[in-house]
């Protein structure tokens, strides 16, 4: 009878689920629009002389504007193809626009967050004595970006997502003063609930603690009203986006970042997200292997201040960025190696913090490059440095995952084995299961540990974050790590690439085109 009461109640969770309610209205904006359509069809020759018209200054703008080239042709050609719908279709999810009340705001704040970094001491000119290249990589983050390098900064690197959920708890009871917490998912069960026992009670206990989750990221993880769930206990909470079913480019847009800051003086940052999967509590795709980084000292201020901002932001507040920096409440120096600077990457302005980042370590890299990544969906500027990098000499090697989550992007992933192959980069799928790490490891010299994907996702249309390190001890255990992981791994052969029937390389090739639209 209880099993019975169980499966009524799932199938009437999820036939009253608000993505079911919220297709249904996106599907009704449609059926209306079609229907006006028909119901006017006398004026159709109107209609159709003002799309056309709509469709080539939407072509004009779309060729003169600073996106990326392959983002340009996956608009211009189902444009071309369908000139009717297709200027509209662009009008209503092409770009990331803002209003110029949310654009004056966003920029106060980016100005907030920059100020608020130069409080805490850098090491800029230092960096720059020890190796320029080092420094000029630095200094392009710092003045896009807007967080500079810094010493004083434990960097410990979290092979696993098992090890971050260990460690994250640990450190959420030494908590005294505040718990900042942002994340794509986060889904109740093993990994959330005990995290949520510690949040209740620290808030109970006087701390300032707040949780900031993704919308869409949530939908499926998350009853509809979980904001309310959280501040009926205490916890401050923050949906970044909320999900409207109205057809709009503002869609597009989603925090994809992962952030935890306790006391400002230690943070994390990573691949990982709260959910079971990340902890391999239930195999979802086989074994998940995920990667994070826990950092302990000044460099935390730049996490923190991510997090404010775009708290801001959204709610509409501003906060003393000056009352949360590392060294209010934890004054005494951190024993350290090496430098670290932690990054944002913005998708409302014109700068790809975060593809550049990996392409200046491409290009500066003098012995190898080593990188884990889910997704392998790369622009031709990528493509270019990946190959070149490998033409060079360079030990350039990449994993990606052997069991997908997603068959079109892991589809799409392959399509672009055969070229880099060809250049000498070294390929391999993760054999257990899936990897969702993105890290680069480069000349046991450098390392980013960070959420963002190499695809077009990430470095376009999210928000997204890392940690950028120089000769912290830590980057040699990230190369040891993913020497075990390639152990792991099955390498793929240039002919294992090109061995596709046509249909394949047919729907490869229609994948790519749209790659960016994905």
Not at 148 to 173: H, I, S, W
Request: hydrophobic fraction near 40%; charge should be neutral; glycine fraction near 6%.
């Amino acid at each position: 009878m209880k099993k019975k009461e169980t499966i009524t109640k799932k199938l009437f969770r999820l036939l009253f689920h608000r993505l079911i309610f919220a297709g249904a209205a996106l599907v009704l904006q449609l059926a209306v629009l079609l229907v006006v359509l028909l119901r006017f069809n006398e004026y159709f020759v109107y209609f159709y002389a003002v799309s056309i018209a709509v469709s080539v200054v939407v072509v004009l703008y779309i060729i003169n504007n600073r996106s990326n080239p392959a983002y340009k042709i996956a608009w211009i050609t189902p444009i071309l193809l369908a000139p009717v719908f297709g200027g509209m279709l662009y009008l209503l999810f092409g770009g990331n626009r803002l209003s110029r009340r949310e654009r004056r705001r966003m920029s106060q704040l980016e100005k907030g967050f920059q100020g608020a970094s130069l409080i805490a001491p850098s090491c800029q000119e230092e960096l720059r004595w020890i190796s320029p290249d080092a420094a000029n990589q630095s200094e392009y983050i710092r003045r896009i970006a807007g967080g500079p390098p810094y010493q004083n900064t434990q960097a410990e690197y979290l092979p696993l997502g098992e090890v971050k959920f260990r460690r994250m708890l640990e450190e959420l009871e030494k908590a005294e003063h505040y718990i900042f917490m942002e994340y794509f998912i986060i889904q109740e069960g093993a990994m959330w609930d005990p995290i949520l026992e510690v949040l209740v009670r620290k808030a109970k206990a006087g701390l300032d603690v707040r949780v900031m989750y993704d919308d869409i990221g949530c939908m499926l993880t998350l009853p509809a009203h979980y904001k309310r769930t959280l501040e009926a206990q205490g916890i401050k909470c923050c949906v970044f986006n909320p999900f409207v079913p109205v057809l709009s480019s503002r869609l597009n847009n989603r925090d994809h970042r992962k952030i935890c800051v306790i006391d400002g003086h230690t943070g994390f940052t990573g691949g990982i997200n709260l959910a079971d999967e990340y902890i391999n509590a239930y195999p979802k795709h086989g074994h998940w292997k995920d990667t994070a980084v826990l950092l302990r000292g000044d460099a935390v201020a730049s996490l923190t201040l991510m997090f404010l901002t775009l708290w801001d932001f959204t709610t509409g507040t501003q906060e003393n960025y000056a009352a949360y920096l590392p060294r209010v409440h934890r004054p005494e120096p951190v024993e350290s190696d090496g430098f670290v600077q932690p990054y944002t990457d913005s998708p409302l302005d014109d700068e790809t913090v975060g593809e550049t980042v990996y392409m200046n370590l491409i290009n500066k890299a003098k012995r190898y490059v080593y990188i884990t990544t889910p997704y392998l969906i790369i622009s031709n500027e990528m493509i270019t440095a990946l190959t070149t990098a490998a033409k060079s000499g360079l030990d350039v090697r990449i994993i990606t995952p052997h069991i997908p989550d997603k068959w079109y992007v892991h589809a799409l992933t392959r399509a672009y084995y055969e070229v880099l192959i060809e250049a000498g980069v070294r390929i391999f799928e993760y054999t257990p299961g899936f990897i969702h790490a993105k890290t680069f490891t480069v000349d046991d010299e450098y390392g980013v540990v960070g959420t963002i994907n190499l695809d077009y996702r990430s470095l376009y249309l999210h928000f997204e974050c890392a940690a950028w390190m120089y000769r912290c001890s830590c980057i040699q255990e990230m190369r040891e790590d993913f020497l075990q992981t390639q152990a792991k791994s099955q390498e793929i052969t240039l002919e294992q690439s090109q061995q596709v029937s046509p249909l394949t390389r047919l729907v490869r090739s229609v994948l790519r085109l749209f790659a960016p639209l994905m």
